[in-house]
């Protein structure tokens, strides 16, 4: 069902600690969906440029809250998943897959975009944007 009563636009750390509070707060299962352009669950991004590059820390442990955190409060994922517009008087969001997206509340945690490189050798084997896990993932600056 393409429709929920809250709806968190992001799946970045807002959106992480979002849902951890509203789960205190007494969220009943199937009360809230994030709609989230990541690939992953909500993760912790400061480490990504510390401890997750020098490859100490696991994606797990820098997670905001477990994989089955999710699961187990009824609370749906939609990742992967891009919205191109927000309506808010119809309380609905277009998705990038041509779908509709209905809510009544509607939490906005997109973030901001990093600048990128725009210089020759910006798109070198190795030269990565630090800004997602995926990123940063594996470079041990090796090679
Ligand atoms: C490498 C790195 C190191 C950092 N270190 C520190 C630090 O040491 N201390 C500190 O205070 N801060 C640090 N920050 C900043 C901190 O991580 C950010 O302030 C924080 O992540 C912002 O959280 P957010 O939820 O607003 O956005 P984000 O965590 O960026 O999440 C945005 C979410 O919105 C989603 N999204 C965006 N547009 C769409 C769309 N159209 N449709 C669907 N989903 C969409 C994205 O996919 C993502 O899931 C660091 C950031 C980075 C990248």
């Given at each position: 069902m393409n429709e929920s009563k809250f709806v968190i636009l992001g799946g970045g750390m807002v959106a992480g600690y979002a849902a951890k509070q509203l789960v205190e707060l007494g969220l009943q299962p199937g009360e809230l969906a994030i709609v989230s352009?990541?690939?992953?669950?909500p993760y912790e991004r400061p480490p990504l440029s510390k401890g997750f590059l020098a490859g100490k820390d696991t994606e797990e442990a820098i997670r905001?809250?477990?994989?089955?955190f999710y699961a187990k409060h009824g609370i749906e994922l939609k990742l992967e998943c891009e919205v191109t517009a927000v309506d808010p008087k119809r309380r609905r969001l277009s998705l990038k897959s041509g779908d509709d997206f209905r809510f009544n509340k509607l939490i906005i945690a997109t973030g901001a975009r990093p600048r990128t490189l725009n210089i020759s050798g910006a798109k070198l084997r190795n030269v990565c944007c630090g800004a997602c896990a995926e990123g940063n993932r594996g470079h041990d600056g090796s090679e």
């Open positions: 352009a990541d690939n992953s669950v905001i809250n477990s994989e089955g």
